[in-house]
T-cell receptor
């Protein structure tokens, strides 16, 4: 099946620092999505990317859909304690199922 | 903002018993999904459902699993004879439709934690 490689697996940063995480795939996806999951909750959509090369921002978050449609990155600027959680990339194919990356666990030190 | 709701939040079941997990998708959504997340692992696709039939299913979704849309609002996942390895978080998701909205993202519920004893 399709595999998404997400890195890094975890990050421990100081409040105020910028964060960058990325996903790569051997397969092409039509849509790339970034979700955040807090403990005991479901994934919450952060950003959706629909076109190759697209760069989209949502507040302090910026994500890009790679030109090859096989990768994406997510940046968080000026991190704050509530950014703590697990961030997942997900690729959506023509069949509409989502393939998730392994997640990046973000920890922010005040 | 409309939400996907799931019940119960936590289900404890004896191995071999049947379990039904319930979901109420967002009301104008027509495409429904179940995903599974084993503790500490990534979210895995189980099944998608559209127009009252299964659209896609993964290898995980074997004969022990079934889905149903019993009425206009609920979407259920049934596991007929649970195994220890079925212990996981089960997430329901929905999205608006295919066609011109086919790229719309899926929205997830908060999940049901299934514990098999």
């Amino acid at each position: 099946g399709q595999q998404l490689n997400q890195s890094p697996q975890s990050m421990f940063i100081q409040e105020g620092e910028d964060v960058s995480m990325n996903c790569t795939s051997s397969s092409i996806f039509n849509t790339w999505l970034w979700y955040k999951q807090d403990p005991g909750e479901g994934p919450v959509l952060l950003i959706a990317l629909y076109k190759a090369g697209e760069l989209t921002s949502n507040g302090r978050l910026t994500a890009q859909f790679g030109i090859t449609r096989k990768d994406s990155f997510l940046n968080i600027s000026a991190s704050i304690p509530s950014d703590v959680g697990i961030y997942f990339c997900a690729g959506q194919d023509a069949g509409n199922m989502l393939t998730f990356g392994g997640g990046t666990r973000l920890m922010v030190k005040p | 903002e409309p939400e996907v709701t799931q019940t119960p939040s936590h289900q404890v079941t004896q191995m071999g018993q049947e379990v039904i997990l319930r979901c109420v998708p967002i009301s104008n959504h027509l495409y429904f999904y179940w995903y599974r997340q084993i503790l500490g692992q990534k979210v895995e696709f189980l099944v998608s459902f559209y127009n009252n039939e299964i659209s896609e299913k993964s290898e995980i979704f074997d004969d022990q699993f079934s889905v149903e849309r019993p009425d206009g609002s609920n979407f259920t996942l049934k596991i007929r004879s649970t195994k220890l390895e079925d212990s996981a978080m089960y997430f329901c998701a929905s999205k608006i439709d295919r066609g011109v909205w086919s790229n719309q993202p899926q929205h997830f519920g908060d999940g049901t934690r299934l514990s098999i004893l």
